[in-house]
C-alpha cells in the first residue's frame, strides 16, 4: 500500500518522539510518504496533490487534531467526492479533542489509534461517511464564497463567536484547554447583543422558515463535540449515514441558558438539548442560514469569519474512511 502521512506538528498532544514512533510503526507497514505541515492550508494542498495522484497514492493519513483532519478532507474533495476513485482516509488523533476520530470510534490515544489502524488495514474494515459542504448563496453579499466541506459539525452565531475568542487566546500564548473554552463561553455569552432577540433563520425547501434563533448547530455526526472525556450531544440522531442535523435556540436568557447547559452536559445518544426554545431537526439535505446582521461561522471548530447567508448540503457517501 502507497500511503501519504500528513503531520501536524504542532498538534497538542503528541510531542516528536510520540510522532517518530508512529511514523516508524505506519511505515512497517506500506510504502509511506511522511510530510509535515509548514503553513496553514499545506494540509489541504497535500490532499488536493493526493487526490490529482490518485493513481500513486492508496491511502491518506492525518496525523493531528480535527483542523488538520478538515483540511486534509478538503483537499481530497477540491473536485467533488468519488469514494471509489480517490484515496482512502485515516486519521490518528492528535489534537485537543479528536471529535471526528472519536465519531468514528477510535481510540483518542495516538498510539492505540495506530494500532487499530493497522489492524483495520490488515482486515480491510472501512466505511464511507457522509460529510456536509457550505457554498455561498446566490444574490447575497457571500456568494462568492468557495465552496467547503466539514466533518463533524458546524455553526452561526453563538459557538463560532466561543471559537474566534479561544483562537484570539491561542495566538496570545494560551494553551488550548477545556477550561480556557469554558471561560471564553461565559464572556461570548455576557457580551452576546442578539441573545434575546435571535437574528437567523433557517430556509428549507417546502417549509416554512424557522425564524428568530440565536444559535445554530449544525451537525454531521453524534456526540457534537466532548468536555474532556464527556460526550456532548446537540444532536444525538446525527450520524454519518445520514445528512445534517440542525440545533436551533431561539432564546439565551440566564434561565435559558442554565437549563439547556444543563441539558447539553447531562445529554445521552438518546436525548439531547429540547424545550420551548429548542429546534431539532434531523436529516437535512438542503437548507440555508441567513443573518440579519454578519455572525461568525465556524467549521470542524476553525473560525471563519463573518457572514450573513450560508447554504448547506448534506452529502451521503461522500469520504471512505479506514477504522
Request: glycine share 10%; proline share 6%; aromatic share 4%.
Amino acid at each position: 500500500m502507497r500511503a501519504l502521512l500528513v503531520v501536524n506538528p504542532a498538534a497538542t498532544t503528541t510531542s516528536a518522539r510520540t510522532r517518530d514512533v508512529l511514523i516508524h510503526a505506519l511505515a512497517s507497514e506500506m510504502k509511506l510518504e511522511t510530510v509535515t505541515t509548514e503553513y496553514r492550508g499545506h494540509a489541504r494542498d497535500l490532499g488536493r496533490r493526493a487526490a490529482d495522484n490518485a493513481d500513486t497514492v492508496d491511502l491518506v493519513v492525518a496525523l493531528g487534531g480535527d483542523g488538520t483532519v478538515n483540511e486534509v478532507v478538503n483537499g481530497l474533495l477540491h473536485d467533488g467526492p468519488d469514494p471509489e476513485r480517490l484515496p482512502g482516509f485515516a486519521v490518528v488523533p492528535g489534537g485537543s479533542t479528536n471529535v471526528f476520530a472519536r465519531a468514528l470510534g477510535l481510540p483518542n490515544d495516538a498510539v492505540e489509534a495506530t494500532g487499530a489502524l493497522l489492524d483495520a488495514l490488515r482486515t480491510g474494515s472501512e466505511r464511507t461517511v457522509s460529510l456536509g459542504l457550505t457554498k455561498g448563496v446566490p444574490g447575497t453579499e457571500d456568494e462568492a464564497v468557495p465552496e467547503r466541506w466539514f466533518t463533524f459539525c458546524a455553526g452561526l452565531g453563538f459557538d463560532a463567536g466561543v471559537i474566534g475568542r479561544v483562537e484570539q487566546q491561542r495566538e496570545r500564548g494560551k494553551r488550548s484547554t477545556h477550561a480556557l473554552y469554558l471561560r471564553q463561553v461565559v464572556r461570548q455569552f455576557l457580551e452576546e447583543p442578539h441573545r434575546r432577540h435571535g437574528v437567523i433563520s433557517l430556509e428549507r425547501p417546502g417549509e416554512d422558515p424557522v425564524t428568530d434563533l440565536v444559535l445554530s448547530i449544525v451537525c454531521n455526526t453524534s456526540p457534537w463535540t466532548y468536555l474532556g472525556n464527556r460526550p456532548l450531544y446537540a444532536s444525538p440522531e446525527a450520524s454519518f449515514d445520514t445528512a445534517l442535523d440542525v440545533l436551533g435556540l431561539s432564546r439565551l436568557s440566564t434561565p435559558a441558558v442554565t437549563r439547556y447547559a444543563t441539558q447539553l452536559l447531562t445529554s445521552t445518544p438518546e436525548r439531547g438539548p429540547h424545550g420551548k426554545h429548542a429546534v431539532s431537526l434531523h436529516d437535512l439535505t438542503d437548507f440555508t442560514l441567513h443573518s440579519k446582521v454578519p455572525l461568525p461561522l465556524q467549521m470542524d471548530g476553525d473560525h471563519l469569519g463573518l457572514r450573513t447567508s450560508v447554504a448547506f448540503t448534506g452529502v451521503r457517501r461522500a469520504l471512505r474512511v479506514i477504522v
